[in-house]
Protein backbone atom coordinates (compact mmCIF):
# COMPACT_ATOMS: atom_id res chain seq x y z
CA UNK A 1 0.00 0.00 0.00
CA UNK A 2 2.99 2.29 0.81
CA UNK A 3 5.03 1.05 -1.99
CA UNK A 4 5.16 3.66 -5.40
CA UNK A 5 2.72 3.90 -8.42
CA UNK A 6 4.41 2.29 -11.26
CA UNK A 7 4.34 4.93 -14.41
CA UNK A 8 2.22 3.98 -17.12
CA UNK A 9 2.51 3.54 -20.61
CA UNK A 10 0.90 7.26 -21.24
CA UNK A 11 2.34 9.14 -18.23
CA UNK A 12 6.06 7.94 -19.56
CA UNK A 13 4.99 9.96 -22.53
CA UNK A 14 6.12 13.81 -23.04
CA UNK A 15 3.01 16.13 -24.55
CA UNK A 16 4.41 15.67 -28.03
CA UNK A 17 4.23 12.24 -27.71
CA UNK A 18 0.92 11.83 -27.28
CA UNK A 19 -0.04 14.36 -29.60
CA UNK A 20 1.22 11.95 -32.24
CA UNK A 21 -0.21 8.79 -30.72
CA UNK A 22 -3.62 10.99 -30.85
CA UNK A 23 -3.44 11.70 -34.71
CA UNK A 24 -2.90 8.60 -35.94
CA UNK A 25 -5.84 6.97 -33.38
CA UNK A 26 -9.51 7.05 -32.75
CA UNK A 27 -10.46 8.54 -29.23
CA UNK A 28 -13.66 6.40 -28.18
CA UNK A 29 -16.02 6.45 -25.31
CA UNK A 30 -17.14 2.59 -24.27
CA UNK A 31 -19.61 1.52 -21.52
CA UNK A 32 -19.21 -0.98 -18.83
CA UNK A 33 -19.46 -4.87 -19.02
CA UNK A 34 -18.47 -3.97 -23.51
CA UNK A 35 -16.09 -6.07 -25.09
CA UNK A 36 -13.18 -4.22 -26.77
CA UNK A 37 -10.98 -7.45 -27.98
CA UNK A 38 -11.60 -10.90 -28.27
CA UNK A 39 -9.20 -14.12 -27.59
CA UNK A 40 -8.40 -15.67 -30.97
CA UNK A 41 -8.97 -12.62 -33.20
CA UNK A 42 -6.49 -11.74 -35.39
CA UNK A 43 -7.35 -8.11 -35.00
CA UNK A 44 -4.59 -5.65 -35.40
CA UNK A 45 -4.73 -2.77 -33.55
CA UNK A 46 -3.92 -1.64 -29.72
CA UNK A 47 -5.51 0.54 -27.09
CA UNK A 48 -4.15 2.96 -24.75
CA UNK A 49 -6.76 3.45 -21.51
CA UNK A 50 -6.95 7.31 -20.81
CA UNK A 51 -9.45 7.28 -18.38
CA UNK A 52 -12.21 3.83 -16.61
CA UNK A 53 -11.06 0.35 -16.04
CA UNK A 54 -10.45 -2.82 -18.54
CA UNK A 55 -10.67 -6.44 -17.26
CA UNK A 56 -7.90 -8.65 -19.30
CA UNK A 57 -10.00 -12.04 -19.38
CA UNK A 58 -9.26 -15.68 -20.73
CA UNK A 59 -11.20 -18.59 -21.73
CA UNK A 60 -10.23 -22.34 -21.24
CA UNK A 61 -10.70 -24.89 -24.48
CA UNK A 62 -12.91 -26.31 -21.76
CA UNK A 63 -14.65 -22.97 -21.74
CA UNK A 64 -13.15 -21.75 -17.75
CA UNK A 65 -12.86 -18.08 -17.61
CA UNK A 66 -10.29 -16.48 -15.38
CA UNK A 67 -9.44 -13.07 -14.66
CA UNK A 68 -5.89 -11.97 -15.36
CA UNK A 69 -5.53 -8.33 -14.66
CA UNK A 70 -7.29 -4.73 -14.07
CA UNK A 71 -5.95 -2.11 -16.93
CA UNK A 72 -6.56 1.56 -15.67
CA UNK A 73 -5.91 5.04 -17.08
CA UNK A 74 -2.71 5.26 -19.36
CA UNK A 75 -2.39 1.37 -19.78
CA UNK A 76 -1.51 0.00 -23.49
CA UNK A 77 -3.32 -3.13 -23.91
CA UNK A 78 -2.87 -5.51 -27.12
CA UNK A 79 0.65 -4.95 -27.50
CA UNK A 80 1.88 -8.36 -28.22
CA UNK A 81 -1.04 -9.51 -30.57
CA UNK A 82 -0.77 -6.20 -32.32
CA UNK A 83 2.70 -5.67 -32.92
CA UNK A 84 3.19 -8.91 -33.36
CA UNK A 85 0.59 -10.32 -36.04
CA UNK A 86 -0.68 -12.70 -33.58
CA UNK A 87 -3.94 -14.16 -32.32
CA UNK A 88 -5.42 -12.51 -29.00
CA UNK A 89 -4.17 -14.76 -26.00
CA UNK A 90 -6.95 -12.85 -24.28
CA UNK A 91 -10.14 -10.64 -24.47
CA UNK A 92 -10.63 -7.37 -22.98
CA UNK A 93 -13.89 -6.06 -21.10
CA UNK A 94 -14.71 -2.48 -19.62
CA UNK A 95 -15.98 -2.78 -15.51
CA UNK A 96 -16.39 0.81 -15.80
CA UNK A 97 -16.94 3.46 -18.68
CA UNK A 98 -13.85 3.98 -20.27
CA UNK A 99 -12.69 6.32 -22.76
CA UNK A 100 -9.45 4.82 -24.57
CA UNK A 101 -7.56 5.60 -28.36
CA UNK A 102 -7.64 3.02 -30.71
CA UNK A 103 -4.45 2.69 -32.27
CA UNK A 104 -3.66 0.68 -35.94
CA UNK A 105 -0.97 -1.65 -34.85
CA UNK A 106 1.22 -0.48 -38.15
CA UNK A 107 1.15 3.08 -37.79
CA UNK A 108 2.16 2.45 -33.91
CA UNK A 109 4.91 0.26 -35.00
CA UNK A 110 6.31 2.84 -37.17
CA UNK A 111 6.29 5.69 -34.42
CA UNK A 112 7.63 3.16 -32.22
CA UNK A 113 10.73 2.74 -35.08
CA UNK A 114 10.88 6.80 -35.72
CA UNK A 115 10.43 7.73 -31.59
CA UNK A 116 12.86 6.54 -28.91
CA UNK A 117 10.53 8.30 -26.50
CA UNK A 118 7.37 5.76 -27.42
CA UNK A 119 9.97 2.89 -27.81
CA UNK A 120 10.93 3.47 -24.32
CA UNK A 121 7.93 3.60 -23.12
CA UNK A 122 6.84 0.21 -24.74
CA UNK A 123 9.79 -1.50 -23.94
CA UNK A 124 8.90 -0.50 -19.67
CA UNK A 125 5.48 -1.27 -20.28
CA UNK A 126 6.50 -5.56 -21.50
CA UNK A 127 9.16 -5.32 -18.89
CA UNK A 128 6.13 -4.27 -15.66
CA UNK A 129 4.10 -6.88 -17.45
CA UNK A 130 6.70 -9.66 -17.08
CA UNK A 131 7.67 -8.91 -13.82
CA UNK A 132 4.29 -9.21 -12.76
CA UNK A 133 3.91 -11.93 -14.08
CA UNK A 134 6.79 -13.35 -11.89
CA UNK A 135 5.38 -11.96 -9.11
CA UNK A 136 2.08 -13.45 -9.40
CA UNK A 137 3.60 -17.18 -10.16
CA UNK A 138 5.59 -16.86 -6.71
CA UNK A 139 2.66 -15.28 -4.92
CA UNK A 140 0.92 -18.76 -5.12
CA UNK A 141 3.01 -20.07 -2.15
CA UNK A 142 1.00 -17.54 0.27
CA UNK A 143 -2.37 -18.61 1.43
CA UNK A 144 -5.64 -17.72 -0.23
CA UNK A 145 -6.62 -15.13 2.78
CA UNK A 146 -3.60 -13.10 2.38
CA UNK A 147 -3.58 -13.22 -1.41
CA UNK A 148 -7.40 -12.21 -1.25
CA UNK A 149 -6.68 -8.98 0.99
CA UNK A 150 -3.37 -7.91 -0.98
CA UNK A 151 -5.47 -7.85 -4.24
CA UNK A 152 -8.33 -6.37 -2.04
CA UNK A 153 -6.57 -3.27 -0.37
CA UNK A 154 -4.83 -2.74 -3.89
CA UNK A 155 -7.84 -2.35 -5.49
CA UNK A 156 -8.82 0.04 -2.35
CA UNK A 157 -5.97 2.20 -3.46
CA UNK A 158 -6.26 1.86 -7.40
CA UNK A 159 -9.94 2.33 -7.66
CA UNK A 160 -11.54 2.51 -4.14
CA UNK A 161 -13.88 5.52 -3.23
CA UNK A 162 -13.71 6.71 0.53
CA UNK A 163 -17.28 6.41 2.00
CA UNK A 164 -18.61 9.38 3.72
CA UNK A 165 -17.75 9.88 7.31
CA UNK A 166 -14.84 7.63 7.18
CA UNK A 167 -17.12 4.27 6.91
CA UNK A 168 -14.52 2.33 4.67
CA UNK A 169 -13.12 2.48 1.22
CA UNK A 170 -16.01 1.23 -1.31
CA UNK A 171 -15.14 -0.60 -4.92
CA UNK A 172 -17.58 -0.19 -7.26
CA UNK A 173 -16.04 -1.79 -10.31
CA UNK A 174 -18.01 -5.00 -12.09
CA UNK A 175 -16.07 -7.77 -10.64
CA UNK A 176 -17.22 -11.09 -9.43
CA UNK A 177 -15.97 -13.58 -7.02
CA UNK A 178 -15.03 -15.36 -10.12
CA UNK A 179 -12.95 -12.29 -10.87
CA UNK A 180 -11.56 -12.26 -7.53
CA UNK A 181 -10.56 -16.09 -7.96
CA UNK A 182 -9.35 -15.65 -10.85
CA UNK A 183 -6.75 -12.92 -9.58
CA UNK A 184 -5.82 -14.73 -7.05
CA UNK A 185 -5.28 -17.76 -8.68
CA UNK A 186 -7.90 -19.81 -6.79
CA UNK A 187 -11.46 -21.27 -6.92
CA UNK A 188 -14.59 -19.41 -6.90
CA UNK A 189 -15.70 -21.86 -3.62
CA UNK A 190 -11.87 -20.61 -1.15
CA UNK A 191 -12.42 -16.95 -2.35
CA UNK A 192 -16.14 -17.52 -1.44
CA UNK A 193 -15.68 -18.83 1.39
CA UNK A 194 -13.16 -16.24 3.02
CA UNK A 195 -15.05 -13.42 2.13
CA UNK A 196 -18.14 -14.52 4.02
CA UNK A 197 -15.77 -15.44 6.84
CA UNK A 198 -15.13 -11.49 6.42
CA UNK A 199 -18.04 -9.93 6.01
CA UNK A 200 -19.34 -12.42 9.63
CA UNK A 201 -16.26 -10.07 10.57
CA UNK A 202 -17.59 -6.66 9.78
CA UNK A 203 -14.33 -6.38 7.60
CA UNK A 204 -16.01 -5.80 4.72
CA UNK A 205 -19.60 -5.50 3.46
CA UNK A 206 -20.48 -6.77 0.13
CA UNK A 207 -23.20 -5.82 -2.46
CA UNK A 208 -24.38 -6.19 -6.03
CA UNK A 209 -21.15 -5.49 -7.91
CA UNK A 210 -19.58 -3.86 -4.92
CA UNK A 211 -17.74 -4.22 -2.24
CA UNK A 212 -17.10 -1.65 0.86
CA UNK A 213 -14.24 -2.36 3.04
CA UNK A 214 -15.17 -1.33 6.41
CA UNK A 215 -11.78 -2.55 7.71
CA UNK A 216 -8.46 -1.91 6.17
CA UNK A 217 -6.36 -2.66 9.28
CA UNK A 218 -7.44 -6.19 9.53
CA UNK A 219 -7.06 -6.17 5.88
CA UNK A 220 -3.40 -5.46 6.63
CA UNK A 221 -3.22 -8.31 9.12
CA UNK A 222 -4.77 -11.19 6.85
CA UNK A 223 -2.12 -10.08 3.83
CA UNK A 224 0.87 -9.37 5.53
CA UNK A 225 0.84 -10.40 9.53
CA UNK A 226 0.86 -8.30 12.49
Known amino acids: MTASRPTTFWEALAPADR ?9 ISVPTDEQLLAQGDDSDHLIVVLC ?4 VVTYSHAGYRAL ?4 GAGE ?16 LYTASPV ?3 HLPA ?3 HAITRGNANVAAALEQTLSRRLREADLQRTSITEPVHARLAALLLDLAERCGHTEPGGAGRRLTLSLS ?7 VLSSRRTVSRVLEQWRRQGVI ?20 GD
Open 205 to 224: VTGRQSLLIRSVDQLKTQAF
Open 52 to 55: GWVK
Open 99 to 101: DLI
Open 177 to 183: QDDLAGL
Open 19 to 27: TALRRVGAQ
Open 68 to 71: LALR
Open 76 to 91: LLGEQAGLEGRRRSAS
Open 106 to 108: HRF
